[in-house]
């Protein structure tokens, strides 16, 4: 389980464009890490798009966002191109990075059970620390919610 102001968990990712992306190496940035279902579905899309439309204000804070879903490179690719994502997307295929960050995990949608991420936001500190956790997230507003957080 993470904790506020635990050290965050350290990962290595392809992302979007096949280009390694390791967190050891943004320390210094505070960083919006945030997990989704899956790519291209209404409330994923939601999402990502609200942090499109506000990236510029996260730039202004010095702000790195990265989503991570257990779709592969070819899906972000996709999802990236359609809604003009300017932010990297990680491939999470073997869910290693939601292990490590404890969002992989049993879901139920009209009583049936399945495996999968449970849309949470993880706000790492420019020293890499968590400093807000956010579960169970509402896609509308969230952008917004993270921006006053930061």
């Known amino acids: 389980m993470i904790l506020i102001n635990q050290q965050a968990p350290e990962f290595e990712a392809k992302d979007t464009n096949g280009k390694t992306i390791k967190l050891s190496e943004l320390k210094g940035k505070t960083i919006i890490l945030y997990f989704y279902p899956r790519d291209d579905t209404p ?44 932010f990297p997307l990680l491939v999470d295929t073997e869910h290693k990075i939601c292990d490590a960050y404890g969002v992989y995990g049993e879901k139920s949608m009209y009583g049936r059970k399945y ?36």
């Open 43 to 86: 409330g994923c899309t939601i999402e990502a798009c609200a942090f499109r439309d506000d990236f510029a204000l996260f730039r202004k804070k010095d702000t790195v966002i990265l989503g991570v879903s257990i779709d592969d490179e070819k899906s972000h690719k996709k999802f990236t191109e359609k809604y003009n994502l300017p």
């Open 115 to 150: 495996m999968g991420i449970n849309r949470t936001t993880f706000i790492i500190n420019k020293e890499g620390k968590i400093s807000h956790i956010f579960e169970k997230v509402q896609v509308n507003g969230h952008s917004k919610e993270l921006l006053d957080k930061i």
